[in-house]
């Protein structure tokens, strides 16, 4: 099975700094990557997708790239609204099939 | 808009079966898509517990495939959950989701509910 290695677990940053997240794959997983946000008490909901396509509707602020093992996923100004966590996931579709990072915990210094 | 709302039991008895249900509203199940359930323990990130095709197809997560049965109602445009012999470590927030083929994207989710296993 491939294992995802996100970090940090947690994170604080001062609004309209610039803020990195990565996930590292067990093993080659070419671009199969989606990003997620998730607040408190809700679903999470897609930002990227395929590595680094942004999701219609998601602010430009937000981005991703990586292929094979790492992958980064990058706020380029964070935003009050921008506090929640974010989980990595890979998948496999043949068939269909799909893990979660650990997730990282975002908050507001 | 496509909906999904999950409904059943929030409190299940140690080595007893959670059994849970997703309507669908705004899509038909039978037009397409992969059907699926994901878990998150209070506190803790995301599980993906298996999927279902539209044809009935179903795909579990190898750690909990031995307890897990996923099937789908077309007719009621709904699919349902069972995990069998449930422990402590099976209570969390059971959220079903409807993911495409091609990215396992995981664009419409249901709000959640929270299962509690204990005595």
């Known amino acids: 099975d491939i294992q995802m290695t996100q970090s940090p677990s947690s994170l604080s940053a001062s609004v309209g700094d610039r803020v990195t997240i990565t996930c590292q794959a067990s093993q080659d997983i070419s671009n199969y990557l989606n990003w997620y946000q998730q607040k408190p008490g809700k679903a999470p909901k897609l930002l990227i997708y395929d590595a680094s396509n942004l999701e219609t509707g998601v602010p430009s602020r937000f981005s991703g790239s990586g292929s094979g093992t790492d992958f980064t996923f990058t706020i380029s100004s964070l935003q009050p609204e921008d506090i929640a966590t974010y989980y990595c996931q890979q998948y496999d579709n043949l068939p269909p099939r799909y893990t979660f990072g650990q997730g990282t915990k975002l908050e507001i210094k | ?119």
């Open chain 2, 1 to 119: 808009q496509v909906q999904l709302q999950e409904s059943g039991p929030g409190l299940v008895k140690p080595s007893e079966t959670l059994s849970l249900t997703c309507a669908v509203s705004g899509y038909s199940i039978s037009s397409g898509y992969y059907w699926g359930w994901i878990r998150q323990p209070p506190g803790k990130g995301l599980e993906w517990i298996g999927s279902i095709y539209h044809s009935g197809s179903t795909y579990y997560n190898p750690s909990l495939k031995s307890r897990v049965t996923i099937s789908v109602d077309t007719s009621k445009n709904q699919f349902s959950l069972k995990l069998s012999s449930v422990t402590a470590a099976d209570t969390a927030v059971y959220y079903c989701a409807r993911h495409d083929s091609s990215s396992c994207l995981l664009k419409y989710w249901g709000q959640g509910t929270l299962v509690t296993v204990s005595s």
